[in-house]
Nanobody, 120 residues
Framework: QVQLVESGGGLVQPGGSLRLSCAVS????????MGWYRQAPGKERALVAV???????TYADSVKGRFTISRDNAKNTVNLQMNSLKPEDTAVYYC??????????????WGQGTQVTVSS
Protein backbone atom coordinates (compact mmCIF):
# COMPACT_ATOMS: atom_id res chain seq x y z
CA GLN A 1 0.00 0.00 0.00
CA VAL A 2 1.21 3.49 -0.90
CA GLN A 3 0.22 6.81 0.66
CA LEU A 4 0.82 10.37 -0.51
CA VAL A 5 0.26 13.04 2.11
CA GLU A 6 0.26 16.69 1.10
CA SER A 7 0.63 19.78 3.25
CA GLY A 8 1.13 23.50 2.91
CA GLY A 9 -1.95 24.82 1.17
CA GLY A 10 -3.91 27.82 2.35
CA LEU A 11 -5.02 31.36 1.67
CA VAL A 12 -2.51 33.92 0.42
CA GLN A 13 -2.71 37.39 -1.07
CA PRO A 14 -1.73 38.05 -4.69
CA GLY A 15 2.04 38.32 -4.96
CA GLY A 16 2.56 36.10 -1.95
CA SER A 17 4.24 32.73 -1.60
CA LEU A 18 3.35 29.23 -0.47
CA ARG A 19 5.28 25.99 -0.24
CA LEU A 20 3.57 22.66 -0.82
CA SER A 21 5.08 19.40 0.40
CA CYS A 22 4.20 15.79 -0.32
CA ALA A 23 5.53 12.73 1.47
CA VAL A 24 5.28 9.31 -0.14
CA SER A 25 5.30 6.22 2.05
CA UNK A 26 4.45 2.55 1.95
CA UNK A 27 5.58 -0.43 -0.07
CA UNK A 28 7.93 1.42 -2.41
CA UNK A 29 10.75 -0.04 -4.45
CA UNK A 30 11.50 2.99 -6.60
CA UNK A 31 9.90 6.36 -7.32
CA UNK A 32 10.21 7.53 -10.90
CA UNK A 33 8.56 10.84 -11.74
CA MET A 34 6.95 13.00 -9.05
CA GLY A 35 4.85 16.01 -9.71
CA TRP A 36 2.10 18.46 -8.94
CA TYR A 37 -1.17 18.93 -10.75
CA ARG A 38 -4.02 21.31 -10.06
CA GLN A 39 -7.71 21.50 -10.69
CA ALA A 40 -9.63 24.75 -10.62
CA PRO A 41 -13.44 24.84 -10.33
CA GLY A 42 -15.05 23.85 -13.59
CA LYS A 43 -11.74 22.87 -15.18
CA GLU A 44 -9.88 19.64 -15.78
CA ARG A 45 -6.88 18.61 -13.72
CA ALA A 46 -3.72 19.98 -15.33
CA LEU A 47 0.00 19.55 -14.93
CA VAL A 48 1.82 22.19 -12.90
CA ALA A 49 5.32 20.73 -12.64
CA VAL A 50 7.03 17.35 -12.68
CA UNK A 51 10.51 16.17 -11.75
CA UNK A 52 12.26 12.95 -12.68
CA UNK A 53 14.39 10.85 -10.37
CA UNK A 54 17.41 12.44 -12.02
CA UNK A 55 16.19 15.95 -11.33
CA UNK A 56 14.93 16.95 -14.77
CA UNK A 57 11.97 19.30 -14.51
CA THR A 58 9.02 20.34 -16.64
CA TYR A 59 6.70 23.25 -15.90
CA ALA A 60 3.43 24.49 -17.25
CA ASP A 61 3.98 27.72 -19.19
CA SER A 62 1.72 29.60 -16.79
CA VAL A 63 4.01 28.94 -13.80
CA LYS A 64 7.47 29.13 -15.36
CA GLY A 65 9.69 31.53 -13.48
CA ARG A 66 7.36 31.61 -10.48
CA PHE A 67 7.17 28.00 -9.25
CA THR A 68 10.03 25.66 -8.41
CA ILE A 69 9.69 21.92 -7.94
CA SER A 70 12.23 19.91 -5.96
CA ARG A 71 12.50 16.46 -4.47
CA ASP A 72 14.45 14.61 -1.81
CA ASN A 73 15.00 11.06 -2.99
CA ALA A 74 16.25 9.91 0.42
CA LYS A 75 13.05 11.09 2.12
CA ASN A 76 10.65 10.34 -0.74
CA THR A 77 9.32 13.88 -0.71
CA VAL A 78 8.49 16.42 -3.38
CA ASN A 79 8.00 20.14 -2.82
CA LEU A 80 6.54 23.00 -4.81
CA GLN A 81 7.70 26.51 -3.99
CA MET A 82 5.16 28.96 -5.36
CA ASN A 83 6.09 32.63 -5.59
CA SER A 84 4.37 35.66 -7.09
CA LEU A 85 1.03 33.92 -6.76
CA LYS A 86 -1.89 35.12 -8.85
CA PRO A 87 -5.63 34.67 -8.37
CA GLU A 88 -5.64 32.31 -11.36
CA ASP A 89 -3.39 29.95 -9.39
CA THR A 90 -6.35 29.22 -7.13
CA ALA A 91 -7.07 25.50 -7.31
CA VAL A 92 -6.84 22.20 -5.51
CA TYR A 93 -3.26 20.97 -5.88
CA TYR A 94 -2.57 17.25 -6.12
CA CYS A 95 0.69 15.42 -5.59
CA UNK A 96 1.43 12.60 -8.03
CA UNK A 97 4.01 9.83 -8.00
CA UNK A 98 4.82 7.30 -10.68
CA UNK A 99 6.49 4.48 -8.82
CA UNK A 100 7.36 0.81 -8.62
CA UNK A 101 6.11 -1.02 -5.54
CA UNK A 102 8.00 -3.68 -3.62
CA UNK A 103 5.95 -6.18 -5.57
CA UNK A 104 7.38 -4.71 -8.79
CA UNK A 105 4.09 -3.25 -9.92
CA UNK A 106 4.29 0.13 -11.65
CA UNK A 107 1.46 2.54 -11.01
CA UNK A 108 0.55 6.18 -10.53
CA UNK A 109 -0.62 7.38 -7.14
CA TRP A 110 -2.34 10.59 -6.08
CA GLY A 111 -2.57 12.57 -2.89
CA GLN A 112 -5.85 13.76 -1.45
CA GLY A 113 -5.34 17.32 -2.65
CA THR A 114 -4.69 20.59 -0.85
CA GLN A 115 -6.53 23.86 -1.48
CA VAL A 116 -4.60 26.93 -2.56
CA THR A 117 -6.56 30.18 -2.65
CA VAL A 118 -5.03 33.42 -3.88
CA SER A 119 -7.21 36.36 -2.99
CA SER A 120 -7.05 39.78 -1.43
Amino acid sequence: QVQLVESGGGLVQPGGSLRLSCAVSGSIFRINTMGWYRQAPGKERALVAVITSGGDTTYADSVKGRFTISRDNAKNTVNLQMNSLKPEDTAVYYCNADLVTRYYATNQYWGQGTQVTVSS
